[in-house]
C-alpha cells in the first residue's frame, strides 16, 4: 500500500513557475513508478509526465516538453514536478500516482494504469 499527498499548488501568473511536490508513505516507494497526471472539470484526466523507479526512464506529453520537469528522491519518498513557463492552459488540478513497478522500460501513460492517487492540488496560471 502507497499512500500520496500532492503538495505546493497555487495562483501564479503566465510565465511564473511552481514546484509540486508528491510525498509517499511506505518503506519501498523506489519499487514504484511515478507519474503526474492532471484534470479540469468535465474532462478527462491527462498525462503529464513520468518516471521509472530510478529515474533514468522519463517521459512528458507533448505539450509540456520544455517547460515540466519531473523528478523524484527515493532517500525522501517524494516525486517533484518543476513547472516553469506556466500558461493559462495548464490550469488544472494536479495528481500524482503510483504503480508497483513490475519490470520493462514501458512507463504507463493511462489512469487506469495506476493503482495508487493523491488527493490533488489546484495550480490556477492567470492571463
Known amino acids: 500500500q502507497v499512500q500520496l499527498v500532492d503538495t505546493g499548488g497555487g495562483l501564479v501568473q503566465a510565465g511564473g513557475s511552481l514546484r509540486l511536490s508528491c510525498a509517499a508513505s511506505g518503506r519501498t516507494f523506489s519499487s514504484y513508478t511515478m507519474a503526474w497526471f492532471r484534470q479540469v472539470p468535465g474532462k478527462v484526466r491527462d498525462f503529464v509526465a513520468a518516471?521509472?523507479?530510478?529515474?533514468?526512464?522519463?517521459y512528458y506529453v507533448d505539450s509540456v516538453k520544455g517547460r515540466f520537469t519531473i523528478s523524484r528522491d527515493n532517500a525522501k519518498n517524494t516525486v517533484y514536478l518543476q513547472m516553469n513557463s506556466l500558461k493559462p492552459e495548464d490550469t488544472a488540478v494536479y495528481y500524482c500516482?503510483?504503480?508497483?513497478?513490475?519490470?520493462?522500460?514501458?512507463?504507463?501513460?493511462?489512469?487506469?494504469?495506476?493503482?495508487?492517487w493523491g488527493q490533488g492540488t489546484q495550480v490556477t496560471v492567470s492571463s
Open positions: 518516471i521509472s523507479w530510478n529515474g533514468g526512464n522519463i
Open positions: 500516482a503510483a504503480v508497483y513497478f513490475s519490470g520493462g522500460y514501458y512507463l504507463p501513460r493511462l489512469p487506469s494504469e495506476y493503482d495508487y
